[in-house]
């Protein structure tokens, strides 16, 4: 598959089906919707209702295996282990930050593509309680071509299926509840609590809305209260501003938090670093987020990541200010995180608050964000650096 340069353009959409179909592995169950596993199993001569059973046993117990199922009869389970797999994700590498807030999984999939996922632990501060955030993945690489994301650097392969995305949240699933089960053993947890992954956030590699009909399907399976029922309030889409996309989502009513990657006030600068500002203008991708606001009546959250010299002057922040006036918002200020190719340094804390004071101006509400992983490239704009250097992917 030829990767395509990074252009202005929106990237082409690849499906991973031919892939899958060619693998000789079973297919994954989790390519089935909830109305296509239901009739997938009558068609086998089984009831309705062991459709939710399975549904459950996969989303809600994060089973790893079929023959985990206890409600079902033990030839019902050979019957689908025959057919079927869980899960199209190998694990290929797992690392964990010196301070063990956060892990970084690497995942071949059924072609031989490569995606990364990451865990993220946050303890309680007083006005949230203890949580774990999955960040995963929407494509095997990115054609946006941002020239300070890792991601970005490495060039766009395919999209994932909805199983393969929802895969990597059963995944730190299983994880976060073997931590549960643990902190239970040691008293930290009350016995039979188990709290798992709580939020997610597609800010992994790729760019979700590129992948839109997947990535929203993916969504509602998140979602359903049968199943992982991660709350809408508690999954955030990234997007770089692919606008029609954006004003799609705004009529799927989706309770959803919504990120825009903005990293610039004007067109000179975002252009610099963002060629898909050459598509899509500041100003329409703004009109676009207030129509969004309008619609769904939710708070649109801004990231910028700072880059020294680059797009962190008061005069900057004060243009941004400008600019957001009068949207409902809020901006995340990330100072870049380093990467091999990236030829950005990090803005120092002293600029980044004097950057927050001057949005602050203009009344718009900001947090200098503390990144988790960097030591395992595991920050926004990371992901798949260290795995380029260990396997030469």
């Given at each position: ?47 309705k209702f062991r459709a939710d059973q399975v549904w459950r046993s996969i989303y809600y117990e994060a089973v790893a295996s079929f023959d985990d199922m206890s409600t079902l009869s033990k030839p019902f389970r050979k019957s689908l282990s025959e057919q079927y797999s ?100 040691q008293g930290k947890r009350t016995k039979g609590e188990l709290q798992g992954v709580t939020n997610v956030v597609f800010m992994g590699m790729g760019e979700p809305l590129a992948n839109y009909r997947n990535v929203v399907t993916a969504i509602r399976v998140l979602n ?170």
């Amino acid at each position: 598959m030829t990767t395509p340069s990074s252009t202005s353009s929106e990237p082409t959409a690849v499906d991973a089906s031919e892939a899958l179909n060619a693998s000789t592995a079973l297919p994954s169950i989790l390519e089935l919707s909830r109305d296509r596993l239901t009739a997938t199993l009558i068609e086998l001569g089984e009831k309705k209702f062991r459709a939710d059973q399975v549904w459950r046993s996969i989303y809600y117990e994060a089973v790893a295996s079929f023959d985990d199922m206890s409600t079902l009869s033990k030839p019902f389970r050979k019957s689908l282990s025959e057919q079927y797999s869980i899960s199209s994700l190998e694990q290929v590498m797992f690392v964990t930050s010196a301070d063990k807030s956060t892990s970084k999984a690497l995942y071949k999939l059924r072609d031989g593509e490569l995606i990364e996922t990451v865990l993220m632990r946050y303890e309680s501060d007083g006005h949230r309680r203890n949580r774990k955030t999955a960040c995963i993945s929407t494509q095997a690489g990115c054609a946006l071509g941002c020239t300070f994301c890792a991601t970005g650097q490495q060039g766009f392969r395919r999209n994932l299926t909805v199983g393969e995305i929802v895969a990597q949240v059963i995944e730190m699933q299983r994880i976060a509840y073997a931590e549960d089960e643990v902190q239970m053993e040691q008293g930290k947890r009350t016995k039979g609590e188990l709290q798992g992954v709580t939020n997610v956030v597609f800010m992994g590699m790729g760019e979700p809305l590129a992948n839109y009909r997947n990535v929203v399907t993916a969504i509602r399976v998140l979602n359903d209260n049968q199943g992982l029922n991660i709350g809408a309030r508690h999954i955030t889409l990234s997007t770089v501003g692919l606008i029609p996309q954006i004003l799609q989502l705004a009529e799927e009513e989706l309770q959803i938090n919504l990120a825009i990657s903005l990293h610039a006030p004007d067109n000179a600068t975002r252009s610099q670093t963002m060629p898909i500002n050459q598509r899509y203008p500041v100003e329409d991708l703004i009109r676009a987020c207030h129509k969004y606001a309008d619609a769904t009546g939710r708070r649109i959250f801004f990231e910028y990541v700072l880059l020294k010299e680059q797009n962190d002057s008061m005069e900057q922040a004060q243009k941004l200010g400008r600019l957001l006036n009068g949207l409902h918002c809020h901006v995340n200020l990330i100072p870049v995180n380093p990467t091999k190719l990236g030829p950005f340094d990090r803005t120092d804390m002293g600029a980044a608050k004097d950057f927050q004071g001057g949005l602050k101006q203009y009344g718009i509400p900001s947090t200098v964000r503390m990144e988790k992983g960097i030591d395992i490239n595991a920050g926004c704009g990371q992901l798949r650096e260290r795995a380029i250097d260990i396997l030469g992917a």
